[in-house]
């Protein structure tokens, strides 16, 4: 299956300084809503090909014992070592119609039956990133507008383990991403091509370094 990066979020316990420093940055934010049964609300900074979101837990109890409870992103974001990512993936023919990687149905409450996220079983693992696959969402035509914080043409993902799952193994043949080993959990994020030439580090409030 061909598979494309729809959008990827960071888990955060400090969600007003995390977006307000994307906002200083440059970043466009756009709309923000609460997830009914999963505990988590979002900021969400939308590109023309794919989007950057923040998440973080609204309700705890809600997170911890709602239909998202195998997500776990309380333990993400209070784990030392926990990935704090998730990679969210779609299709980009019709050609092949199965799973990409093995895993679990994941019904939100925020979605109609039987539209349901089909989640990679690396989900255990909490030292790598949430795979996540839409299997209700066909191909998508994405553009790659020019200008300043416009497109993003590459994710870079750091996993520091010593090898990564089948799962994780998958995610490195998806267009724009990079799944990688390395010495700590970040994610280096390519918009515009890097036309401008600038890059900017928002550790230590986001594992993140945006390029553009």
Same mark, same amino acid.
């Given at each position: 299956?061909?598979?494309?990066?729809?959008?990827?979020?960071? @888990?955060?316990?400090?969600?007003?300084?995390?977006?307000? =420093?994307?906002?200083?940055?440059? =970043?466009?934010?756009?709309?923000?809503?609460?997830?009914? *049964?999963?505990?988590?609300?979002?900021?969400?900074?939308?590109?023309?090909?794919?989007? %950057?979101?923040?998440?973080?837990?609204?309700?705890?109890?809600?997170?911890?014992? *709602?239909?998202?409870?195998?997500?776990?992103? =309380?333990?993400?974001?209070?784990?030392?070592?926990?990935?704090?990512?998730?990679?969210? %993936?779609?299709?980009?023919?019709?050609?092949?119609? *199965?799973?990409?990687?093995? *895993?679990?149905?994941?019904?939100?409450?925020?979605?109609?039956?039987?539209?349901?996220?089909?989640?990679?079983?690396?989900?255990?693992? %909490?030292?790598?990133? @949430?795979?996540?696959?839409?299997?209700?969402?066909?191909?998508?035509?994405?553009?790659?507008?020019?200008?300043?914080?416009?497109?993003?043409?590459?994710?870079?993902?750091?996993?520091?383990?010593?090898?990564?799952?089948?799962?994780?193994?998958?995610?490195?043949?998806?267009?724009? =991403?990079?799944?990688?080993?390395?010495?700590?959990?970040?994610?280096?994020?390519?918009?515009?091509?890097?036309?401008?030439?600038?890059?900017?580090?928002?550790?230590?409030?986001?594992?993140?370094?945006?390029?553009?």
């Amino acid at each position: 299956m061909d598979l494309e990066l729809d959008h990827f979020f960071i @888990l955060t316990d400090k969600p007003k300084e995390a977006g307000d =420093l994307l906002v200083s940055v440059g =970043l466009n934010e756009s709309f923000s809503r609460d997830h009914k *049964g999963q505990g988590t609300s979002n900021r969400r900074f939308a590109f023309s090909n794919g989007m %950057l979101e923040i998440l973080y837990v609204r309700d705890s109890e809600e997170s911890n014992n *709602g239909p998202a409870k195998n997500l776990r992103f =309380l333990e993400r974001i209070q784990k030392e070592n926990a990935s704090p990512f998730g990679i969210v %993936l779609t299709r980009t023919n019709d050609s092949k119609l *199965g799973m990409p990687f093995s *895993g679990w149905k994941y019904q939100p409450d925020y979605f109609e039956p039987p539209n349901a996220f089909h989640v990679g079983d690396n989900s255990e693992i %909490l030292e790598e990133p @949430l795979c996540i696959y839409v299997p209700f969402v066909g191909p998508v035509s994405r553009i790659e507008e020019i200008g300043t914080f416009k497109s993003i043409s590459n994710v870079q993902v750091s996993v520091p383990l010593g090898k990564m799952s089948d799962t994780l193994r998958t995610l490195q043949t998806v267009d724009r =991403l990079q799944i990688e080993l390395g010495s700590e959990h970040m994610v280096m994020v390519t918009l515009d091509n890097e036309r401008s030439g600038l890059s900017k580090d928002l550790r230590p409030v986001l594992p993140l370094i945006i390029n553009w």
